[in-house]
């Protein structure tokens, strides 16, 4: 009796053991997300700013043509939680038609925006509300926004439907230091020829599918070096 009472405690405690090792691993993409996150903010404070219309922060491009958009508070956002907004000259000069763009597009004043709602939540803040403190609620409440890109060492934020914002998890070791991303697929539906599109580059990206298994995917992709 004494011997299958301790098989069974060395039982629970290896399966005690596991969980922990599996949920240390799930928080390790979001923990060091924010670590990275927080450098990217840190290199070009400039190009990060409130952004009142859209009831969040804005980081900008260096070249000011696109920028990610992320909430203060998802009760408030009066479209997206998280987004997209960049120059619709060069897609519309490579055959855009804006009016076939799908729901999850917003096409104004020149300007094409595509994001995703999180959730309805009101944020609760323990300090001062700063652009961090922001992406660290998506960590907190939406972490299956937050995923690691293995074969650019890249973490990013889903807007869904494909697209995404992702950074380097080291600039010092990563050209691609941010990168803004689109899912051509509505652009091509729209009348686009994603290889014409000035200033960005139409490419196959290696990521992994359901399964954790690489395949290539076509992306529409703006890179920056920071460094």
Request: aromatic share 10%; glycine share 10%.
């Amino acid at each position: 009796m004494k011997t299958t009472t301790k098989i069974l405690c060395a039982g629970i405690f290896a399966l005690l053991v596991l969980t922990a090792v599996s949920c240390g691993k799930l928080d390790v993409v979001g923990t060091n997300s924010i670590a990275s996150f927080d450098k990217v903010l840190r290199q070009i404070p400039q190009a990060v700013t409130p952004d009142e219309t859209n009831g969040g922060w804005s980081l900008a491009a260096p070249d000011g043509t696109v920028r990610f958009i992320w909430s203060k508070n998802y009760a408030e956002s009066p479209l997206h939680d998280v987004m997209l907004e960049f120059d619709a000259a060069p897609f519309i000069a490579a055959g855009l038609d804006p009016e076939r763009l799908p729901e999850n597009f917003a096409f104004s004043k020149g300007m094409i925006m595509v994001g995703t709602k999180l959730g309805g939540e009101t944020l609760k803040y323990a300090g001062e509300v700063t652009p961090l403190a922001s992406y660290e609620q998506i960590v907190k409440l939406k972490r299956s926004s937050i995923g690691y890109h293995g074969a650019l060492d890249h973490y990013g934020v889903s807007l869904g439907d494909g697209n995404l914002f992702e950074w380097a998890k080291n600039m010092g070791a990563n050209d691609k230091d941010i990168v803004f991303v689109l899912n051509p697929e509505p652009f091509i539906a729209a009348g686009v020829d994603p290889s014409r599109i000035e200033g960005w580059a139409f490419a196959k990206v290696t990521v992994d599918d359901a399964n954790g298994k690489p395949v290539e995917v076509d992306k529409i992709l703006k890179p920056f070096n920071l460094i």
